[in-house]
């Protein structure tokens, strides 16, 4: 999609369909549930764009292993010629991932969040807010 056109809620609407899709790469067997939180908020991004922020929470069963999931989403995302993939080790040493788009600003991290949880920050594409709608608030 051509990002001089893209609308907020497109970027949005896509950022979120990325994120499902991840969620749902997780086994069955270790999902409790599935959370998507329904707004998120815009940061800028160059040349007066911006982009919009989101996060899909992910509850797993006891004893799931977090890191392995994680990992295992890393290899299938290697495959993936939407994303370029990088891991790391996050502040309280706990293995993260993060996929980016090499063509826009499009990007996911996933990792544990608590001891039986993963979760998926997201950024869209940037985009052109039209002049009368205020950066601010909740998207």
């Not at 991290?109 to 985009?127: E, H, K, Q």
Request: proline share 6%; net charge negative.
């Amino acid at each position: 999609m051509d990002q001089k056109s893209l609308t907020w809620e497109e970027a949005k609407t896509a950022t979120q369909a990325t994120e499902l899709e991840i969620a749902d790469l997780v086994p069955a067997e270790y999902v409790v549930s599935i959370v998507q939180k329904p707004t998120g908020t815009l940061f800028s991004c160059d040349d007066g764009q911006h982009t919009w922020y989101g996060s899909t929470a992910i509850a797993l069963t006891p004893g799931a292993d977090a890191e392995q999931i994680v990992r295992t989403l890393e290899s299938h995302f290697r495959e993936d010629e939407r994303f370029d993939v990088r891991n790391r080790r996050d502040v309280v040493d706990e293995y993260e991932i993060q996929l980016m788009s090499p063509d826009t600003a499009e990007t996911y991290v996933i990792g544990p969040n608590g001891a039986a949880a993963l979760l998926i920050s997201s950024g869209s594409p940037c985009f052109t807010l039209p002049d009368d709608v205020y950066p601010g608030g909740k998207f």
